[in-house]
């Protein structure tokens, strides 16, 4: 059983940065990904990052609209995942959630995770 807590959202202004934080307890694995999604209101939960790894190394994914702006990385000793974001707009504003999906490789789609935090709110102002 894998617990995901995140946390890290909150209001900013358009421009502005903010990094949101994933705590895994539990066994991960030796080959996994570890991912964020997010969901605006009246919108279906999108694909925004992910990280995999494995014995051979690690490999990271981004959305097309948040390539160059985001960053996912992975703290192995610590067992999170942390996602920067940075010159965030208005459109980034939703409840930003973190998931799992064990024994997994480059997963994009939220129906490969297993295991899915409690989200946290990202609200951007213009």
């Known amino acids: 059983q894998v617990q995901l807590v995140e946390s890290g959202g909150g209001l900013v202004q358009a421009g502005d940065s903010l990094r949101l934080s994933c705590a895994a307890s539990?066994?991960?694995?030796?080959?996994?990904?570890m991912g964020w999604f997010r969901q605006a209101p009246g919108k279906e939960r999108e694909f925004v990052a992910a990280?995999?790894?494995?014995?051979?190394?690690?490999?990271?994914y981004y959305a097309d609209s948040v390539k160059g702006r985001f960053t996912i990385s992975r703290d192995n000793a610590k067992n999170t995942v942390y996602l920067q974001m940075n010159s965030l707009k208005p459109e980034d504003t939703a409840v930003y959630s973190c998931?799992?999906?064990?024994?997994?490789?480059?997963?994009?789609?939220?129906?490969?995770?297993?295991?899915w935090g409690q989200g946290t709110q990202v609200t951007v102002s213009s």
């Open positions: 990280v995999s790894w494995s014995l051979s190394g690690s490999s990271t």
């Open positions: 539990g066994r991960t694995g030796m080959r996994s990904t």
């Open positions: 998931a799992a999906a064990l024994q997994s490789y480059g997963s994009r789609s939220d129906a490969d995770y297993s295991y």
